[in-house]
């Protein structure tokens, strides 16, 4: 006898009114009709949609929901070998996506016709993007749609308030506050050579460590004594860049090395540090031979 199987189910906003109009308030029982619905189209060769289906005629004010969810294995199998199918080549949703001066994005989104076949929309919808952020430092993603063809470009300003969107907006799930890189945290991520003796050596080594969940996108290390001024050469090797200056032909006396980095999410680490080459060892004079 088969053994039926329990699966996570999460429902944005959309799905939540598209079962709804659907299959009615219960959305256990919904979801399972649209489950078997979507198995058998599996079965017969007919490829459904790979993508949530926006439904036109339903608001996107509607709450999610998230729930367990007991399915027959016959429908479990079927959703398994579809998902590893979808894991190559699916089909973009977003496209056209560009900053604007405000901050959001303006871009355009894929649209279906609300039909059996799911067939996509030749004409795309003119769609807004932005990050926002709650009181408590959290992020999250509002997206706001207009209808293919209808030549409203959404805008959201930074407030969060929303304009021209002839279909709605619609949020993401909230995320934990993004990585901040304190500037005190510059000796954790930097190694810098000890400057308690002379500096002796052709070269020196400076080390940079990623911060966590915030890889280095750049780093710019410069060495300067007097009106010299050099550029250490990078090399990145794993989770850490290794900058390399070369201190050949630099006269002896002091010398500064400064180092700024930024991240991949903005933050910035700067610091310098103070150097004195070594004095160049004089040679003992070669003896003179004289002839008798």
């Not at 990050?131 to 969060?160: K, M, N, W, Y």
């Not at 279909?167 to 005190?184: E, Q, R, T």
């Not at 308690?196 to 400076?206: D, L, N």
Request: glycine letters at 8%.
């Amino acid at each position: 006898m088969a053994i039926a199987n329990t699966m996570k189910v999460a429902l944005g906003k959309f799905a939540c009114s598209c079962i709804e109009a659907r299959f009615g308030t219960d959305l256990h029982g919904g979801v399972q009709a649209a489950l078997r619905h979507y198995t058998r189209r599996l079965e017969s060769a007919i490829n459904p949609i790979a993508v949530p289906v926006f439904c036109r005629d339903q608001a996107p004010d509607g709450s999610g929901a998230e729930f367990e969810l007991v399915v027959e294995p016959k429908i479990e199998s079927a959703l398994e070998r579809e998902a590893r199918r979808q894991a190559v080549g699916m089909e973009q949703i977003w496209t056209g996506i560009e900053p604007q001066g405000d901050g959001s994005y303006w871009g355009l989104h894929q649209w279906y016709f609300a039909t059996e076949e799911c067939v996509s929309n030749p004409t795309l919808g003119l769609t807004a993007w932005r990050v926002l952020h709650t009181a408590s430092g959290s992020r999250f993603l509002r997206v706001c749609f207009s209808e293919p063809g209808s030549g409203s470009q959404p805008t959201i300003a930074p407030d969060g308030t929303a304009a021209h969107a002839t279909f709605g907006c619609v949020d993401s799930a909230l995320i934990s506050p993004l990585p901040v890189v304190k500037p005190d945290q510059f000796g954790e991520q930097v190694t810098l050579p000890s400057n308690k003796t002379c500096f002796g050596r052709s070269q020196m080594r400076i080390r940079v460590r990623d911060p966590k969940n915030d890889p280095i996108k750049t780093v710019l290390v410069t060495l300067h004594s007097g009106k010299v001024t050099r550029r250490a050469k990078l090399k990145r090797h794993h989770a850490a860049v290794t900058a390399t200056l070369s201190l050949k032909g630099l006269s002896a006396g002091t010398f500064t090395v400064t180092v700024k980095v930024v991240t991949v999410l903005g933050n910035h680490l700067a610091g310098k540090r103070k150097y004195h080459s070594c004095p160049k060892k004089l040679r003992p004079p070669h003896p003179h031979h004289h002839r008798h």
